[in-house]
């Protein structure tokens, strides 16, 4: 259905918002409303393929010295737990089943594990993780405030609050268009493909109840979140926020 819905594009979004991520190895992820593991795998993923990437980054062949450092860095490196960890929260259970049985068809998952709980009220420790996540699933909590705050709390400081979320068209031509395919073609496609058209045209519903840009940017304010930023994606209909326990 998401394939379906966004044309595949869905999975550009996922992309795009574990490129802004830019996670290094040895960061601990939350990853909030997460059950099927979709960010997770590619946290793990673009974690442990980043010193691949630096390396094809490099213009030409290091010099004498500049290998000296690299083993001196590597030494010291070695002296540090660099590995990366990543828990999946979700408030269903069936969707961490999903993701687990999903998680058995890799080949790693080190530094992978598994909560069943709610994102209002959070099993887990004060100041434990560098960033918190939540892709498309924000929308669904009951009380956004209450969620907010617990990403704050569980959140060390200078951690990273980050969430892809449906959002809101400027435009007023692409949004007639948008309007038209979401309330029009989603719930058929939900009925056709999930046999369950209530389910997505709630979803449709949702999206258009949910804080446009500015909105959740004063929210995560109020949250106490510092230096928020957010980037549209596909002309607003998603937006990543980003924003800083200080």
Known sequence: MNDAMSLGIHRWWKDSFMRLMNPTPGIRLLDVAGGTGDIAFRFLDYVSSKPHRALQQE????SWEEISQMYEQQEVEQSVDKSSMVAVCDINKEMLHVGQARARERTSTNGLSWI???AEELPVADNKFDVYSIAFGIRNVTDIPRALDE????LRPGGRFMCLEFS??????????YDVYSFQIIPVLGEVIAKDWKSYQYLVESIRLFPDQEEFKSMLENAGFRSISYTNLSMGIVAIHSGFKI
Do not use: I, K, S, T
């Open 168 to 177: 809101h068209v400027r435009n007023p031509v692409v949004e007639r268009l």
């Open 151 to 154: 990403a704050y709390r569980v």
């Open 116 to 118: 069943l709980g709610n």
């Open 59 to 62: 213009e030409q062949d290091p």
